[in-house]
């Protein structure tokens, strides 16, 4: 009787494989603008977030914010993981009045997104996904 690959334990290329997702850049309508943005400008943006209506404990949001801010202060302009934290924020921000399933979901699968793209964002990203 004969031993297959899978029987051998051999790999077998390509078979249940999971595609590698290409780095994509979001697009934002002032992109050119930001490339400016300083890491001050994102810890003030992150503070008027904190400063509105999240239906989240006080104690978690204090725990978001400061892993938040922690982070922020550790990057180094032009990053590109800032500029993407102020684009969230600043998306946030400009829909706190309009507050629709379709701007959350759009938000959250962004942040999604560039996690499965860039590496080392996890720590900052799931608590920006969960303040959306």
């Not at 334990?9 to 078979?15: S, T």
């Not at 914010?65 to 934290?85: A, C, R």
């Amino acid at each position: 009787m004969t031993i297959t690959k899978y029987q051998r334990g051999d790999l077998i290329e390509g078979w249940n494989d999971c595609p590698t997702p290409a780095k994509k850049l979001i697009v934002t309508h002032a992109d050119l603008d930001d490339k400016d943005i300083a890491t001050q400008d994102v810890a003030d943006l992150i503070h008027k977030v904190f400063a509105l209506d999240i239906s989240l404990p006080e104690r978690e949001l204090n725990h978001y914010q400061i892993k938040l801010i922690n982070n922020v202060e550790k990057m180094t302009p032009p990053s590109s993981d800032l500029i993407f934290i102020y684009h969230v924020c600043d998306k946030i921000i400009q829909n706190q009045n309009d507050e629709t399933p379709a701007v959350k979901n759009e938000l959250k699968n962004q942040i999604v997104e560039y996690m499965m793209v860039h590496e080392g964002v996890s720590s900052w990203c799931s608590a920006l996904k969960k303040i959306v």
